[in-house]
């Protein structure tokens, strides 16, 4: 059986990322990209990575960052996984010759199968909801319909998801993993522990035959 893992995006303090730890996360996500609520700088970044007990991954989501930028925060933040949240190319989420995991914002038309095996490469695709408004973290959700039933990378579900949807959410689509940030804030870039503790408990009750 499998049981989705968790990661819980836009932490921007230690207290915080090491509670979601403790609650279970698998990952946590650090966010890069300055218009967001949720950006943390590079100090603090390195600092939270440095904190996270084993067996925590530590993720640095990008949206087309210039590579001196990238580089700088590559070299003072130990990060397990790379998360290209805009319109990277494949070559450039492979110059880093890092682990990574790509974002597709879902809409009608496009094609997942063919995305995915641009991206071949990739630790797993991660598919959260389209809005002109943001490349991500918007907490909207998109039709999960929209999904094929098999894709060739490992399925991350992100996208509007909170502590009472994620069940219903998991038993559609059948993802490997669940990405979450809004659904679990009392503000925009602040989490609420007591969000993130049901999420995480509704989460792992989950499970799917493999």
């Known amino acids: 059986m499998v049981i989705p893992r968790i990661k819980i995006c836009g932490l921007r303090d230690i207290a915080t990322a090491q509670a979601v730890a403790r609650l279970g996360a698998d990952a946590v996500g650090l966010v890069f990209y300055r218009p967001s609520p949720r950006y943390v700088e590079i100090e603090a970044a390195a600092a939270i990575a440095r904190a996270l007990p084993a067996f925590v991954s530590c993720v640095g989501l990008f949206v087309d960052c210039p590579e001196a930028e990238m580089a700088a925060i ?43 095996g641009r991206y071949a490469d990739a630790r797993g695709l991660l598919c959260d909801a389209y809005s002109p408004a943001a490349p991500g973290g918007t907490g909207e959700r998109f039709d999960w319909g929209l999904l094929p039933a098999q894709l060739p990378l490992p399925l991350i579900l992100s996208g509007g998801l909170d502590p009472d949807n994620v069940v219903a959410a998991v038993a559609q689509v059948r993802p490997w993993a669940v990405d979450v940030s809004s659904g679990v804030e009392r503000a925009r870039g602040s989490k609420d522990l007591e969000r993130v503790a049901r999420f995480i408990a509704a989460a792992k009750q989950t499970s799917f035959s493999g």
């Open 74 to 116: 590559l070299e003072r933040v130990p990060l397990d996984l790379l998360q290209f949240h805009g319109d990277e190319t494949p070559e450039q989420c492979r110059r880093w010759q890092r682990p990574y995991i790509k974002a597709v914002r879902v809409k009608p038309g496009l094609d997942l199968l063919e995305y995915a």
